[in-house]
Structure formats: C-alpha cells, structure tokens
C-alpha cells in the first residue's frame, strides 16, 4: 500500500507541476530586456501576469500525454536491473489513467 501511495504523489505532483506550466504566459524576451531599470513597473502587481485558462480538454491531453510518457519510459526499460523503476512508473501512469476513467478519448 505504501508504494502505491507514493507512486500516486510522485505521479500527481509531476501532472500538476505540467498543468501548471501550460498555463503559464509566454513572456516576451525583447520587450523584458529592452526597459532601463528606471523605465520598470513598479508597484504591487506589477509584475504578474494573467494566467491562461485550461479547457477540460486540455487538461485531459496533459493528464493522458504524462501516462503516456511513463508507459513508454517503462517499455524502453528492459535490462532486469530496472524493474523496480518499471513497476513504479507503470504503478504512475495507472493512477493518471483511473483519473482519465469516465473522461472518454481526448
């Protein structure tokens, strides 16, 4: 049971951390670098940026693409070395795959 759990954290917190950066704004490299430091924005807010949104269909591709890499990650594992490693990463993508149950093809 323990390993479960920890194969459930390490799995979610990896798929959260990949939410998280898809929803992240692309930031414009040219217009950061051009400011002098006097010309920055200042104040509170300042500088955060507006989130995107995902759609719950986006969300599912992220959910599904993370599984998908842990199962191809185990299938390319095949010296016995590293079968604990492949029991893990199966154990992971099978908690994202209960999440997706009932969410149909993306």
Same mark, same amino acid.
Not at 32 to 38: C, I, V
Not at 41 to 47: K, L
Not at 69 to 81: D, G, H, S
């Given at each position: ?27 414009? =490299? $040219?217009?950061? /670098?051009?400011? #002098?430091?006097? !010309?920055?924005? +200042?104040?509170?807010? @300042?500088?955060?940026? *507006? &989130? ?13 693409? =993370? $599984?998908?890499? /842990?199962?191809? #990650?185990?299938? !390319?594992?095949? +010296?016995?070395?590293? @079968?604990?490693?492949? *029991? &893990? ?18």
């Amino acid at each position: 049971m323990r390993a479960r759990d920890k194969a459930a954290v390490s799995a979610l917190r990896a798929t959260l951390a990949a939410l998280d950066n898809a929803e992240a704004v692309p930031v414009d =490299e $040219a217009a950061s /670098r051009g400011l #002098a430091l006097e !010309q920055s924005p +200042v104040g509170p807010g @300042a500088t955060e940026a *507006a &989130r995107r949104e995902l759609s719950e269909r986006g969300v599912v591709e992220i959910v599904r693409a =993370e $599984a998908t890499e /842990r199962l191809e #990650a185990a299938a !390319q594992l095949t +010296v016995p070395a590293h @079968a604990e490693r492949v *029991a &893990r990463l199966r154990a992971e993508a099978a908690v994202l795959l209960r999440l997706l149950d009932g969410h149909g093809p993306a």
